[in-house]
């Protein structure tokens, strides 16, 4: 597949390509050109040329293609679903669910076109003020391989709505539904240039976005370690960076909870797209006289599962999205074991078998009572891998779900509204959720604390993200 600038489909200025694996067959699905900065340049002149146009356009009008592209691209769902699952790997129950949260995400912010406004501030004796909210002009965004489509949503939509052009970067491993998605987007009235796609690697196309003096603030989702890197390299640009980074959330479950419902949810939680999910539940911690009950009906969920090839219809968790994430998951239980850090009671390793051998397979995984210092506590586990422990009372609790690096969000399951409002109030998280996990609807703002990042995504409070303020002074 090819990338797109200036509406038009182009090889990269190198004439390189990078495969793009299916990982539950470890077979090359297509390839991606490997974009560099010569191609960025080319991507910012794109949007640069476009910018004046597209800022004169009314937001209303923005609004309207955001609207119809979001149409498309949920007829074009079946198709796009499918894609995702080749390049992704997780079950097309779930593409379907990323390709519509796309659409959503589009038509919400089409439908608040009408809040892009100013301020009027009466000075009395000294006049009059007005503040205007003008888009920045180029922005960049580059976004990882776990929930490409959704991610392109969250940034695309509001920096869109907003007046700006984009210079985005989908990850080397999952280019495929991007390329599609903006090509919807073009058929749907949006100008060439507006929104340009770079594919390419990191080191190559990501850090030439990042160091662009023609791009005027990069969005970013990724790792901790690399959102770091990101800003330090931007700084002597003084470019605005923001970074929606890792997150390893807990799920208190109150002795009081639905406990079905609080299963189900930790399986959700965990084992949607095979544990590969910012905001996914990484610890949970159960008060200790259900422990024993909520860790039996929660093994037998966790045995049940059934993992392969994604478009299986039967498939409930796909692959690893490649296989260096396998590695790095086989590693982490791998230490977890070799230190005696807890009690293995499901998986623990790969899968094996026709069905597994070739791509890139690990078994839900679920621990019991690790040590409170164990590094799979500490770091991120993006991968289906769930430690359980009991807790004695809620002060424990929530004492040991806030030690964290992280701080995304947060979990508890209880039908007591005091045990519920204590979790609100002290955990140290961008978002929590009662009786759920996991959803993240576009009205609400998401985006964590500490080391999970800086910057909000989602609700129109992220569209003020995408804009800068200018102060209009009137003397009478
Ligand atoms: P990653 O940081 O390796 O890569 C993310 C993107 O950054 C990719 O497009 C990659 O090519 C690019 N990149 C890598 N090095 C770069 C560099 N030096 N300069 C510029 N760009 C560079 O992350 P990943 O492994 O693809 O994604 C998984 C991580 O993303 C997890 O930690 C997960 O928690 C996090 N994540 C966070 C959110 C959120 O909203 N907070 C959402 C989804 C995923």
Not at 278 to 306: D, M
Not at 442 to 460: A, C, D, Q, T
Request: overall charge neutral; aromatic content about 6%.
């Amino acid at each position: 597949m090819l990338m797109r600038i200036g509406g038009q489909e182009t090889e990269a200025a190198g004439g390189t390509w990078l495969d793009v694996i299916n990982p539950a067959t470890g077979e090359v699905l297509d390839r991606a050109p490997a974009g560099e900065r010569e191609d960025v340049d080319a991507a910012v002149a794109a949007a640069e040329h476009a910018a004046a146009g597209w800022e004169k356009v009314s937001p209303r009008e923005r609004g309207k293609i955001l609207f119809h592209a979001a149409g498309a691209i949920r007829e074009a769902r079946g198709d796009l679903a499918r894609t995702l699952t080749r390049e992704q790997g997780k079950p097309l129950a779930e593409a379907v669910d990323e390709v519509r949260g796309c659409a959503n995400v589009l038509e919400f912010y089409a439908s608040v076109s009408g809040c892009l406004s100013g301020d009027f501030i009466r000075l009395g004796a000294a006049g009059d003020g007005i503040v205007v909210r003008e888009p920045l002009g180029v922005c960049g965004a580059i976004i990882p391989w776990n929930m490409p489509v959704i991610l392109m949503g969250w940034k695309a939509g509001p920096a869109l709505l907003a007046g700006n052009t984009l210079v985005l970067k989908p990850s080397s491993t999952t280019p495929l539904t991007t390329l599609a998605i903006a090509a919807i987007l073009e058929r749907a009235g949006l100008p060439p240039g507006v929104l340009n796609i770079v594919t390419g690697t990191g080191d190559a196309a990501g850090q030439a976005i990042v160091t662009h003096p023609g791009i005027h603030k990069v969005s970013f989702t990724g790792n901790t370690a690399t959102g770091i890197a990101v800003r330090r390299a931007a700084a002597p640009l003084l470019k605005e960076v923001t970074v929606e980074l890792g997150g390893s959330d807990p799920m208190i479950v109150w002795k009081d909870a639905d406990l079905p419902k609080a299963v189900e949810g930790a399986v959700h939680g965990r084992f949607y797209n095979a544990g590969q999910v910012c905001n996914a539940v990484k610890r949970v911690y159960v008060h200790e006289e259900i422990a024993p009950r909520f860790t039996g009906e929660l093994l037998a969920r966790v045995r049940s599962l059934r993992v392969g090839d994604g478009l299986s219809p039967s498939v409930e968790m796909g692959p690893l999205q490649n296989r260096a994430q396998l590695d790095r998951v086989e590693a982490q239980v791998a230490r977890l074991r070799e230190r005696g850090e807890g009690r293995i009671l499901a998986g623990g390793s790969r899968l094996r078998g026709p069905e597994h051998d070739r791509g890139f397979f690990y078994a839900p995984t679920l621990v019991a009572d690790p040590d409170p210092d164990a590094a799979i506590l500490g770091e991120e586990v993006f991968g289906p891998v769930l430690p359980v422990m009991a807790v004695p009372d809620l002060d424990t609790a929530i004492a040991e779900a806030n030690r964290s690096r992280y701080g995304l969000g947060a979990s508890v399951w209880t039908r007591d509204l005091g045990v519920a409002r204590a979790v609100f109030d002290r955990a140290r998280a961008g978002v929590v959720w009662v009786n759920r996990h996991l959803t993240v609807p576009p009205e609400i703002p998401f985006g964590g604390v500490k080391e999970s990042g800086l910057g909000r995504e989602n609700g129109v409070q992220a569209i003020a993200g995408w804009t800068r303020a200018k102060s209009l002074l009137l003397g009478w």
